[in-house]
């Protein structure tokens, strides 16, 4: 443990991430870097407003999100180069995963510029980590396109994949996702965690029909992140003999 802290360094982008639902999840240094820093880049000016007010903090605030990204990193860039340290925080999470983040960093890294993490919350962690379902190896999704042709041909595409899935999902789309997902995954153990971190935080657990039929009973609100066991030795030996047989699918 560090006793005498550092002062943050000039010209450094630090991307802070922020509760996801509990504000205990706040990390020290979080708190440290959004003191200390020049200027936060926020995705949402108005809800970082209103957790520096919570933690007593005024900074000058900075908009950057989806569509002002390209603008704004030149901005932030020229602002790092003059020696400024820029904390970019977004809605909850941490930065640049299914948030913006990540041009800025590719132009800063590009640029020479000192980029920094400060790690904390993250929906894909604490979901995955507390779901029950293997954890050494797992492919982030994030949000599927809408398009219903995209979404099961992206599905399709990970199919063989050994280790765990991870997707966001709007509550408006859970039920069309498990819908797709007993289509391409009937057999496979879901996850769904929702509400993580907050007053009404639960893990749904069974097949795709299983949580259908909850979703039809109880209409299901609230944040998630569903997680899908990755393939089984079962159905790699049914696809072994399925091939080996010479029988063609086209399923
Ligand atoms: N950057 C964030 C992170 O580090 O997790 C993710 C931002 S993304 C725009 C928002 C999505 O993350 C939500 O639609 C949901 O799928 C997931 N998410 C965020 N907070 C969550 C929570 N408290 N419980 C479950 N899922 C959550």
Known sequence: MERMLPPLTPGTLYLV???????????????????????????D?????????????SKPLLS????????????????????EKVALVTDAGTPGI???GERVVRAAVAAGLRVESVPGPCALVAALTASGLPTDEFHFIGFLPHKSGQRRKQLEALKRFAGTLALYE???????????????????????????????????????????ALVAKRSLKG?????????????????????????????
Request: aromatic share 6%; proline share 4%; with cysteine.
């Open 45 to 57: 000016t108005r809800r970082t407003g209103q957790l520096l007010k919570h933690f007593e903090i």
């Open 98 to 100: 299914s948030d913006p």
């Open 223 to 251: 944040e998630f992140v569903v997680l899908v066991s990755g393939m089984t030795a079962d159905e790699e030996a049914k696809e072994c003999e399925s091939s080996s047989s010479g029988v063609v699918s086209n399923g």
């Open 64 to 83: 950057y999100f989806q569509f002002n990204e390209a603008k704004r990193s030149e901005e932030i860039l020229e602002r790092l180069k003059r020696g």
């Open 170 to 212: 709007s509550p408006y789309r859970v039920e069309k996702l498990l819908g797709e997902l007993n289509e391409v995954f009937p057999n496979r153990p879901i996850v769904l965690a929702r509400e993580l971190t907050k007053k009404f935080e639960e893990f749904l657990r069974g097949t795709p029909a299983e949580l259908l």
């Open 17 to 43: 991430a922020t509760p996801i639902g509990n504000l205990e999840d706040i990390t020290l240094r979080a708190l440290r870097v959004l003191r200390e820093c020049d200027v936060v880049a926020a995705e």
